[in-house]
């Protein structure tokens, strides 16, 4: 029915009186028209009930008169009749009864005849032709009238009451209920909306009525649910152009840092491999091979920074994480600050993920080397790991805690962006996490920072499970 109402209605504009009271609020606008309708409805009442009851009392009046003056002009003794104590009937003299002069003569003059002033006279005499005594009888006039007055009062308390009554159920239960209530929830959705309060903007189905507040209620929810998607929707297509623009850039800077690196990295190698062949000593034998080691990883390192420019397609194995952890740190604790750090291996035996494992070394040797700058001498590094579910799919969490001042707060909403570095010493060059961030993305997981409620930073990895 409502909706056949909007398609036959055509809107028109507010002006004059219209737009006044268009203007007025809800509640002032509905004390109006229910003010308006209890004066109509009173009217209606008393023009429908008054008149008929005047009409019903005049009628009653005349047939009681008649019938009164019927029985005074007769000889009937007036003592004896039945419930006549009202009508004041007195019979006596003339001066008894203070009879002016000129209706006395008339009296005289009519004996048996009943005398009357007017059709609308109190009181009426006559004079008993029998004794020659004279009687006054008054006639219920006053009675009739004070009835009609009595049933208008009583008519107007009635309204009133009932007036009242409605007032305070509309007022009080209805319109609260069901008028003012909805309108509140929708405006405070409203300001909810504006001020970006996602929690608050949605109205709760179950404060919804089901009539064309209720609807629109309901439609407004729908549009706002489309539109807060819609926003997220392009908020997400920005962030991937971002993260693109940035890593394309990266990816430059990558391919020219590596093209940089290769030439020394050869000469180097070379250098130290012909040291082990020269040099006798064990332990010296053993550091030269451990550098042997750091160059070939550098070399692995430097190919990698070639793939991320490219970003070609990385061959993906199970990896386990345990053992990726204890050989991360082993090329981390080449700096000799890390023989005074305490690291601990936490990660499950069980846990692997899906990945390339040297990209993935390079993640995690990223992070393990800026725990290990940011602690004191003597503190302490903790790997572990914990499973979780998203999207109906296993993945795995790694943490790198550290027990040192955390990151500051005016660097943490940005601490992968290029070049931003928490340190202050020469160490950091800011691109450390931004490389980890875009190997963590190509294996299609998440990296985030913060800082630990009891001191220090973590730093946490999330990947597919290869379980």
């Not at 009186?17 to 209606?44: C, E, M, Q, T, Y």
């Not at 943490?412 to 800011?430: C, N, Q």
């Given at each position: 029915m409502f909706n056949r109402i909007q398609a036959t209605y055509t809107p028109k504009p507010y002006r004059?009186?219209?737009?006044?009271?268009?203007?007025?609020?809800?509640?002032?606008?509905?004390?109006?028209?229910?003010?308006?309708?209890?004066?109509?409805?009173?009217?209606?009442?008393?023009?429908?009930?008054?008149p008929a009851l005047e009409r019903r009392v005049a009628s009653a009046k005349t047939i009681e008169i008649s019938l009164i003056t019927e029985i005074f002009s007769g000889d009937h003794t007036w003592a004896r009749l039945p419930a006549m104590e009202s009508y004041d009937f007195r019979e006596g003299t003339a001066s008894e009864l203070r009879i002016p002069g000129t209706i006395q003569d008339w009296l005289d003059d009519h004996p048996g005849s009943v005398w009357q002033n007017s059709p609308q006279s109190d009181v009426i005499y006559r004079k008993d032709p029998r004794t020659g005594r004279y009687r006054r009888l008054t006639l219920p006039n006053t009675v009739y009238d004070a009835v009609i007055e009595h049933a208008k009062?009583?008519?107007?308390?009635?309204?009133?009451?009932?007036?009242?009554?409605?007032?305070?159920?509309?007022?009080?239960?209805?319109?609260?209920?069901?008028?003012?209530?909805?309108?509140?929830?929708?405006?405070?959705?409203?300001?909810?909306?504006?001020?970006?309060?996602?929690?608050?903007?949605?109205i709760p189905e179950e404060l919804m009525p089901g009539d064309e507040i209720g609807q629109i209620m309901r439609s407004r929810n729908v549009s706002i649910t489309e539109l807060r998607k819609q926003e997220d929707e392009l908020a997400h297509a920005l962030s991937q152009m971002e993260a693109q623009d940035r890593l394309a850039s990266l990816g430059l800077l990558s391919a020219s840092v590596a093209h940089e690196m290769n030439t020394p990295l050869a000469v180097l190698h070379g250098s130290i491999e012909k040291l082990i062949e020269t040099v006798p000593d064990a332990a010296a034998q053993e550091r030269l091979r451990r550098m042997i080691r750091v160059t070939e990883r550098l070399r692995t390192i430097s190919e990698g920074l070639v793939d991320f420019a490219r970003v070609r397609k990385q061959e993906m194995t199970r990896v386990p994480l345990r053992p990726l952890m204890e050989e991360a740190w082993g090329l981390v604790a080449i700096d000799e600050k890390a023989s005074q750090a305490h690291f601990v291996n936490n990660v499950s035996e069980e846990d692997a993920v899906e990945g390339n494992a040297d990209r993935l070394m390079q993640v995690f040797v990223n992070l393990l080397r800026n725990s290990l700058d940011a602690i004191e001498p003597g503190g302490s590094v903790c790997v572990e790991s914990r499973r979780l579910?998203?999207?109906?799919?296993?993945?795995?969490?790694?943490?790198?805690?550290?027990?040192?001042?955390?990151?500051?707060?005016?660097?943490?909403?940005?601490?992968?962006?290029?070049?931003?570095?928490?340190?202050?010493?020469?160490?950091?060059?800011?691109?450390?996490?931004?490389?980890?961030?875009?190997?963590?993305q190509q294996h299609g997981g998440s990296i985030n920072a913060s800082n630990r409620p009891g001191g220090g930073a973590r730093l946490e990895v999330t990947l597919r499970s290869a379980a």
């Open positions: 004059g009186l219209s737009k006044r009271f268009g203007d007025l609020k809800v509640r002032p606008k509905l004390i109006v028209l229910h003010n308006l309708f209890f004066l109509i409805l009173a009217g209606a009442v008393y023009l429908t009930v008054i009062l009583a008519l107007f308390v009635v309204l009133g009451i009932i007036y009242a009554l409605a007032v305070l159920l509309l007022e009080l239960v209805i319109m609260p209920r069901y008028v003012y209530q909805p309108l509140s929830l929708m405006l405070e959705a409203d300001h909810a909306s504006q001020r970006g309060d996602r929690e608050q903007e949605i579910q998203r999207d109906g799919r296993p993945w795995i969490a790694i943490c790198v805690d550290d027990n040192g001042p955390g990151i500051p707060a005016e660097v943490l909403p940005d601490i992968f962006e290029a070049f931003v570095s928490s340190r202050l010493d020469a160490k950091g060059t800011g691109l450390g996490l931004t490389v980890a961030e875009g190997i963590v």
